[in-house]
């Protein structure tokens, strides 16, 4: 048994996200088909993080358990063929210890949410971008987010459905910017509640706007109530940056000494 580790590439438009779904298709369950007619084996996909539905992933790590004996190499030539025409890619694959877990292993996790702010329809990067058309004060918002980095009680940013045990998480970064007619929102942090991060966009993006003042977020986080919370972000502006790993980072530093 062989556990391979692959970086997922893929557009979560035609998704109900990325974990099984009983209601429509999910990343997982379209991976896991590939994997069962390149293999012939039912495994089952574990990913460092969840993603709603239309939410997208630039490199989702994950990890499965095979007996065949496959390179990775081959693995991932192989899963990419019968993945099409889905938007779904392996864009990296290789083998781990028995002992690495996608999801556990994991110690940090970043997203961007990108916002096309103009008055122009979206073409190219529909259901790929938040369409807001009123001019954005990006650094307002980079001022306001400020108040969200550290450990809060994030439970007005949190979903009514999110199930983790507690509200309570360490936000290591949260930053606006603007790059011509985008307003890119970057976070990390160890975990995320479910909706935390389109939560933040949501209320930062009333910031932009004008419809809050800066002060109003460190206010509606304070409340610890949903109730105070301004807006949720849509899901097809947000992507899955990064995941990562202690083993990969001391790789990584090696390699660059």
């Keep these: 048994m062989t556990r391979f580790a692959l970086?997922?590439?893929?557009?979560?438009?035609p998704f109900q996200g990325l974990q099984r779904q009983k209601h429509g298709p999910s990343v997982q369950?379209?991976?896991?088909q590939a994997i069962c007619a390149v293999t012939g084996e039912d495994v089952t996909l574990h990913s460092a993080g969840r993603t709603d539905s239309g939410v997208h992933a630039m490199a989702m790590r994950s990890h499965v358990?095979?007996?065949k004996d496959l390179s990775p190499f081959r693995l991932a030539e192989a899963l990419n063929a019968k993945l099409r025409p889905e938007p779904v890619a392996v864009t990296a694959c290789d083998v781990k210890p028995d002992d690495w877990h996608a999801r556990f292993s994991c110690t940090g996790r970043s997203y961007i949410y990108k916002i096309l702010n103009r008055r122009a329809p979206l073409t190219l990067?529909?259901?790929?971008?938040w369409h807001i058309r009123p001019?954005?004060?990006a650094r307002a918002m980079q001022r306001a987010a400020q108040a969200l980095v550290g450990l809060h009680d994030f439970t007005t940013f949190r979903s009514a459905h999110c199930q983790s045990d507690s509200p309570v998480k360490t936000l290591d970064r949260l930053d606006v910017r603007r790059e011509g007619d985008w307003v890119l929102v970057e976070t990390a942090a160890r975990?995320?509640?479910h909706h935390q991060v389109r939560s933040m966009?949501?209320?930062l993006a009333l910031v932009g706007m004008g419809r809050w003042d800066e002060a109003r977020l460190a206010d509606a986080l304070a409340a610890r109530n949903r109730q105070e919370l301004g807006l949720n972000a849509p899901p097809?502006?947000?992507?899955?940056?990064t995941a990562d790993y202690p083993d990969e980072q001391k790789i990584f530093k090696e390699s660059i000494e």
């Excluded at 970086?7 to 438009?13: A, K, N, S, V």
Aim: glycine share 8%; with cysteine; aromatic share 12%.
């Design 7 to 13: 970086t997922l590439e893929f557009d979560g438009t």
């Design 29 to 32: 369950q379209s991976v896991e």
């Design 65 to 67: 358990d095979i007996e």
């Design 125 to 129: 990067d529909r259901n790929r971008a």
């Design 135 to 137: 001019e954005l004060d």
């Design 191 to 193: 975990s995320f509640l």
């Design 201 to 203: 966009v949501g209320c």
């Design 236 to 241: 097809h502006g947000l992507y899955f940056v």
